[in-house]
């Protein structure tokens, strides 16, 4: 029985005990989570650490082979994403110096078409290795140069055959025939158009930065200088007659002649100062001035003007050859009219489906 009570006696005192250490514990804790509290508190709010990208710059290699004995020129590496194909062409002619950008042609297959310059890599490319085709395009001229010969050399050689210059006419018959007035007037009709020309290739046109091959120069001076001479030649003729129906016919001719010229200016004025609202392109509109009010009857309207100024300038002279040239350049006009009609119905369909390419309510 003493036994007995002298267990219970220590059990309780073992529960007792353990109630204390359990007690004691919590309070420990409390007061270490109190403390830990403030400490955060005054710390003040937690910054997340910065997450640091690593961005990986895709390279490409670009494989260039000759398009004929496709033989490897070169390989230009480390081709960023963003590259285009006339930086390619830049890094081209480092390393090829004898072929510099402007007579460099470059396709994706052979027999394809050449790759334009602001296309970039990123699109074309398969995979890291890019496979090019090269093509010499020959000796290159700016679209610049090309204007100002085909059109200084008319202007200069109409004046040496006006001037009747030696080895050109007879001396004797020149200086004794009289010149008709209209020899004058076709002389000074024919430097203007020509002036307007130069004028507006180096202020008014927006003249691509691109290059054509050195034998397009070619023909087209031949081109232009050579009916110049020929429509020269014969205007400017000691036996030249004059139009049948006097000065009535030349005065006419004459007016809207100048007519047609302000027109083709004012229209092609309009041209190099287009419309946009917002991102978009707007098809261009006529405005107060009334030589503009031909967009609401045509898309081109400066081949129309120019057109008009031939035909006027055949009647005032009167001559063959002005209007062999006056019909090539209404068939060549046609063509490119038609084409930018084209062009026109796809990106403007509500502006343009009811006008005409060139002719109002004919072509």
Known sequence: MFKRHKSLASERKREIFSRGVTRSMLKNDLRNFHCLSQLVLSAGPLKSAPVVKHSKSAHFEIEILDAQTR??????????????IHDVKQKFHKACPKWYPSRVGLQLERGGPFLKDYITIQSIAASSIVTLYFTDLGQQVSWTTVFLAEYTGPLLIYLLFYLRIPYIYDMKESSRRFRHPVVHLACFCHCIHYIRYLLETLFVHKVSAGHTPLKNLIKGCAFYWGFTSWIAYYINHPQYTPP?????????????????????HFINVILAHPNHTGINACFPSPNYN???WMFFLVSCPNYTYEIGSWISFTVMTQTLPVGIFTLLMSIQMSLWAQKKHKIYLKKFNSYVHRKSAMIPFIL
């Open 290 to 292: 009334p030589f503009t």
């Open 71 to 84: 033989k490897q020129i070169c390989i230009v590496d480390k081709v960023v994403q963003t590259s285009t």
């Open 244 to 264: 049948s129906f006097g000065n009535r016919q030349v005065t006419v001719s004459a007016i809207n002649f100048l007519i047609c010229e302000a027109g083709n």
